[in-house]
């Protein structure tokens, strides 16, 4: 099985909509993702979202399932360093590598800063059992911190050729990894940028019996925008875009 993750294109938060940069972002990764062979598509409920994807499902003529755990995890905390109201990540290196717990991918969650919002964690917790709600449909079964493959379990081709592609936001792709990878989604917020539109791929390993793995292929791609000439969006992300 593989799974894509696409950021929505340049944002226009306070309309929740995208610039007019993000429109030739998305057009130009329409032209990348119609040519994909996509099961079915998933979005974000969130309007940057949906308008990233319209431009691709028009082409196609195909409609996105909307989950609302889909959402940008934007679950407002004050940030101990600043005093900003915001996401929650961000944070000065200064405070949060000071904290082992920020390392661990359960003890995060035990920490005073996320649970300064009562929402967070359950939000969490709901995103992950809706993701492997989702996988379940394609036949994959969590079993402790992988996979069980239970419509091949027993193919010769052991990897299932079901792609799915969600439209969705940095934060909520972060979370989402890091349950099905085992990392403490703080790693990946922090560690981690995806510029709008990019493209990023999880593909199940299914070496022996009908054990699957998530195993990333490819995080942030940007070469559609690159092929069209169109410069990376520096959205969420605080020092220079590498061009090359």
Known sequence: MRIIFIRHGDPDYVNDSLTEKGIREAKLLSDRVINWPVGQFYCS???????????????????????????????????????????????????????????????WACTDIYLSNPELVPAYHKTCE?????????????????YKNTHHPQSENRHADDTIVIFCHLGITCVMMSHLLGISPVLLLHGMYLAPTSVTVLATEERQNSAAYFRAQVIGDTRHLAQGAEPISAAGYFTDVFEG
Do not use: C
Request: aromatic letters at 16%; hydrophobic letters at 30%.
């Open 130 to 146: 809706g993701l492997d709600r989702l996988i379940a449909e394609y036949g994959y079964i969590r079993h402790h911190n992988y």
């Open 45 to 107: 409920p969130l309007g940057r979202a949906r308008q990233t994807a319209s431009y691709t499902l028009e082409r196609l003529g195909r409609d996105a399932i909307t989950y609302d755990w889909m959402k940008e995890f934007a679950y407002r905390i004050e940030d101990p360093t600043t005093g900003r109201v915001g996401v929650p990540w961000d944070f000065m290196p200064e405070y949060w590598t000071e904290i082992p717990q920020m390392y661990d991918k359960k003890d």
